[in-house]
């Protein structure tokens, strides 16, 4: 059941109009360049055939569409469809070289896919399982699928926190964890993933984790104070102990965040297409400072990539990255 003024995202009518309002305010208006990288190198690594028809499923704006049309051999015609007309407006707009249609408007291509990308799609949809046969309708009988999506395996650092904490993971909303965004409504695990896929004939042949640890600071450290208080909040606490580690978290989180914020806040202006006053205030202000705070952010963030580069076929990570195949 939903929580009063909560939306039911269960109901798909709910759900679109959620997403609707969403994306009328810049929702996933971006990507970090390392996450397009890894996803550019891994749809690049797939050994897919010279040519093909292929499909983002849940687009979004259309950013990582156009990040897969990239890595995707020349032959390749690539496509992307969303719940949200606003969404699909939005990439057709900035991304002319794909093809995007709105699901269920009936004006779609009519194709069946050699290959189907979703990001960060399977944890939001109303029923995975009706969605992934949703998916299946649409790919051919030899096809692939790289689904990249929140990790419920055990051992990743975010699991550890939720363990700490009396409400950290919650059974009853498919082990959805308890700081997460109010669109997820689960966290499956690598075994739950591929058990909804081998439904329909698809054999998990390839899987990555991120974030075991190291990926996990550089993604925490960028967030809020008052996300980051609220991530390591003691009042639900399992005991003393858990109490403490969480007190001692916080103060690392929020200390790392201090060092590298003016980065975070000179970086992320500068990357703005158009730039207001206060923009340029913010960077003219935080300049100096990034003496000190570039060294630590680029220090956090190699080590992200090296912990991508080293562990990245270890299952606990907080995302992970399968690639399924049939026929």
């Known amino acids: 059941m939903a929580q009063r003024g909560k939306p039911n995202l269960n109901d798909r009518e709910t759900s679109r109009a959620f997403y609707e309002e969403r994306y009328a305010h810049d929702y996933m208006a971006s990507w970090p360049a390392e996450k ?11 050994e897919l055939p010279p040519a093909g028809e292929a499909l983002d499923f849940g687009c979004g704006n259309g950013i990582l569409t156009d990040v897969v049309r990239q890595a995707l051999p020349s032959g390749w015609r690539m496509y992307g469809t969303d719940i949200s007309a606003t969404a699909i407006e939005n990439a057709g707009k900035r991304y002319p070289a794909c093809g995007f249609f709105a699901m269920g408007d009936g004006r779609g291509p009519g194709k069946r896919f050699d290959f189907v990308f979703t990001h960060h799609v399977l944890e939001h949809v109303h029923d995975a399982a009706l969605v992934l046969g949703e998916i299946d309708g649409c790919m051919k009988d030899v096809s ?12 990743s650092f975010e699991r550890g926190v939720c363990l700490l904490r009396k409400d950290g993971i919650d059974p009853g909303s498919g082990n959805r964890y308890f700081f997460e965004d109010e669109g997820h409504l689960r966290r499956l695990t690598t075994e739950q993933c591929a058990a909804l896929c081998a439904k329909h004939g698809f054999a998990l042949t390839r899987e990555y ?16 104070p008052d996300f980051i208080r609220m991530f390591t909040e003691s009042s639900k606490a399992l005991d003393e102990k858990a109490r403490s580690r969480l007190k001692k978290l916080r103060h690392k989180l929020l200390g790392l965040r201090a060092l590298r914020y003016p980065v975070v806040v000179v970086e992320s202006r500068l990357k703005k297409g158009s730039r207001t006053f ?21 220090h956090i963030k190699r080590r992200a990539l090296r912990e991508w580069e080293l562990r990245k076929t270890e299952r606990n990570g907080s995302e992970m990255y399968l690639v399924f195949k049939r026929g």
């Open 278 to 298: 206060r923009d340029y205030l913010l960077i003219i202000a935080g300049a100096p400072f990034c003496v000190i705070a570039k060294p630590v952010d680029v």
């Open 36 to 46: 397009k990288r890894r996803v550019f190198d891994l749809v690049r690594g797939l």
């Open 209 to 224: 984790y991120a974030n075991q640890y190291d990926g996990a600071i550089n993604y925490f450290t960028q967030m809020s």
């Open 144 to 155: 692939t699928m790289l689904h990249i999506l929140p990790c419920g395996n055990e051992g």
